[in-house]
């Protein structure tokens, strides 16, 4: 495979967009060992939560994680809910995560709690292993602290602890797919969108269960190309057929049955072990975007308007409860 600059998104704010190569923010990654980590909340966090949005933060090894809750219409405190964690790319913040997914409007239909939180550093990144930015750099526990974001949630929220899923774009997604091979005994299922990841990561993956897996991914994305392709720090990303085959080899997943629909492929792998599934929609000629959302910019990538990402995956999370 030809070697190429990949690049991520590194920053939407109003009217600017910054884009540097991604192997300018792994060369430097590491696997230092961390102290162990200590979890409090900030008094005054918990109670009784009125429908909407607010920030909230949570101190995890000793750095302060400010995360969006969103708390649907007709949320009923007496009644176990499903919690949905969607994780920003790179350079975004939970803000624009809301707005380029509107996964706050199938909460409010469809009755889940959504919590987005923060990455770190100058470039608000996750660390999903060898990728990518500040937090993969200083090696910032990112899965303790999702762990401990569940955990903290459920003290004040009537969180269904076996209907707990995670999404994520771009770096957000590579961070989902290290949260499925790292946080299996607390996800249901996973929703990676636009994004794979590294094959030394994906080498590593040892899920404790078979977690289902629901991708979406366009074949025009230049950011993080369908095809996957090596940087020019060596760092490999795995085509999204590689990601497919791996995760519906460990789901002992059939060959898929595809269905298709104008530019949309849909491969679904099923019935697989322990009641999971792998399904993946490709959009032939689509961009580096939310599929059905809004744009980080334009100039990223156009979102298709044939499907709509945030639906399909709520389909596939109510169908894939922990066993």
């Known amino acids: 495979m030809d070697s190429f600059s990949l690049h991520e998104p590194l920053g939407w704010r109003p009217r600017i967009l910054f884009a540097i190569p991604l192997l300018l923010l792994i060369a430097a990654c590491g696997r230092a060992t961390s102290t162990p980590p200590q979890v409090t909340a900030p008094v005054g966090q918990t109670g009784t939560f009125k429908p909407g949005d607010t920030t909230r933060s949570v101190v995890y090894a000793g750095i302060e994680r400010k995360y969006v809750l969103h708390i649907p219409a007709g949320y009923d405190a007496a009644r176990p809910t499903p919690l949905v964690l969607a994780f920003h790319g790179i350079g975004l913040n939970a803000e624009e995560m809301i707005r380029i997914s509107k996964l706050n409007d199938q909460s409010d239909k469809s009755g889940f709690v959504v919590v987005y939180p923060n990455g770190t550093g100058a470039t608000q990144s996750w660390n999903g292993g060898h990728c990518c930015g500040e937090a993969a750099q200083k090696n910032v526990d990112d899965v303790g602290f999702t762990r401990a974001l569940i955990d903290e949630l459920a003290k004040s929220i009537n969180v ?8 994520g774009f771009s770096n957000g997604a590579i ?61 490999r990303f795995v085509s999204v057929k590689e990601a497919m085959t791996f995760w519906s080899a460990k789901n002992a997943c059939p060959a898929p049955q595809r269905k298709e629909s104008g530019s949309i492929q849909h491969d679904i792998y099923a019935p697989c072990a322990n009641k999971s599934a792998v399904e993946l929609y490709t959009i032939v000629g689509g961009e580096h975007a939310w599929p059905g959302g809004e744009a980080v910019t334009l100039q990223i990538g156009k979102p298709t308007t044939e499907i709509y990402a945030s639906p399909l995956m709520w389909e596939f999370f109510t169908a894939h409860p922990m066993p």
């Open 160 to 167: 269904d602890l076996r209907r707990v899923y995670a999404t």
């Open 175 to 235: 961070m989902v797919y290290r949260l499925g091979c790292e946080l299996s005994d607390r996800l249901a299922a996973i929703a990676p969108v636009s994004a794979t990841q590294i094959l030394d990561d994906q080498s590593v993956c040892r899920p404790s269960r078979n977690v289902p897996v629901i991708h979406f991914h366009g074949t025009a994305d230049r950011l993080n190309p369908y095809d996957g392709g090596t940087t020019a720090a060596g760092f």
